[in-house]
Nanobody, 124 residues
């Protein structure tokens, strides 16, 4: 059974930074694509960033605009989401997700494993 556990969420002022982590247990995700999604209150879950299984390719949602980066540490079986220049609109629960394939996917239905989510709140 695969488990993904996010950490690093919290309250941050607009313009600030946070780094989220996603630790995987039960299997290694080296070689499989991973991604981050978020869900704001009253809104549908949306794609944020994804990285291919070989780490060579990333895809970002338009709203990221170079503010967020995704990375992975295969030795630690952990993925990261570094966020900077946070805006009020970035307030949401952030979820990490893993696929059983190498290729990137931007739709949540293509992901097989999900974390429980971590709250990110950006204040003015």
């Amino acid at each position: 059974q695969v488990q993904l556990v996010e950490a690093g969420g919290g309250l941050v002022q607009a313009g600030g930074s946070l780094r989220l982590s996603c630790a995987a247990s039960g299997r290694t995700f080296g070689g499989n694509a991973q991604g981050w999604f978020r869900q704001a209150p009253g809104k549908e879950r949306e794609f944020v960033l994804a990285i291919s299984g070989d780490g060579r390719n990333t895809v970002a949602a338009d709203f990221v605009k170079g503010r967020f980066t995704i990375s992975g540490d295969n030795a630690k079986n952990t993925m990261y989401l570094q966020m900077k220049s946070l805006q009020l609109e970035d307030t949401a629960v952030y979820y990490c997700a893993g696929r059983s394939y190498v290729n990137i996917a931007t739709e949540s239905r293509h992901y097989d494993y999900w974390g429980q989510g971590t709250q990110v709140t950006v204040s003015s």
